[in-house]
């Protein structure tokens, strides 16, 4: 982290240009945009949780504002699976939830795994000076179907996510070892 500042599980940050110009050759995940209205801004932050198999590895979840957007996206895929008859649909790829009072879209299908050496900065509140996070209930519900995710990526599902977060996932790891 380039300001020395501690990352604890479920905290916001930002991810670093260097991570996307090594990992994301192809861009395919959601990028830093350096301004936005003509001011500098971090955009867009990231939700982070640990790899269960490896510590140094955090799992970043883009976070949007874009919610109608993605409802008429979570709304489409559940249509989609009623077609197809079945009666208790579900979406583990979007998820949504309340970040300082306002309503956001959770993009677990834009999920990448970074290392701490990639991560910018801390989403910090502006008026409380603190880290921003998120309620428990949410966070395991993101986590849960973060994991779910992941799980059936790994078993060739890899469709269900839009960067190859395996390769990402293997670089990384190659990098920790040196």
């Excluded at 198999?53 to 409802?71: E, G």
Aim: charged share 30%; net charge positive.
């Amino acid at each position: 982290m380039k300001d020395g500042t501690h990352m604890e599980q479920g905290q916001f940050c930002f991810i670093t240009d260097a991570f996307f110009t090594i990992h994301d050759k192809e861009h395919k995940l959601m990028r830093n945009r350096e301004t936005f209205d003509g001011k500098e801004h971090g955009r867009p932050c990231f939700y982070a949780f640990e790899d269960r198999r490896t510590p140094f590895i955090l799992w970043c979840i883009p976070v949007s504002s874009k919610v109608d957007k993605y409802m008429r996206i979570y709304n489409h895929k559940l249509a989609k699976q009623r077609e197809k008859g079945i009666h208790k649909p579900k979406c583990s790829t979007i998820r949504f939830g309340d970040v300082m009072g306002a309503r956001k879209a959770f993009l677990i299908q834009n999920m990448f795994p970074v290392t701490k050496k990639y991560i910018g900065e801390i989403y910090i509140n502006r008026l409380t000076q603190e880290a921003v996070r998120i309620p428990q209930n949410m966070e395991r519900d993101i986590i849960f179907h973060a994991d779910e995710i992941l799980r059936l990526v790994k078993s060739g599902n890899k469709h269900l996510v839009f960067s190859d977060i395996i390769k990402t996932y293997n670089d990384l790891n190659t990098e920790l070892e040196k």
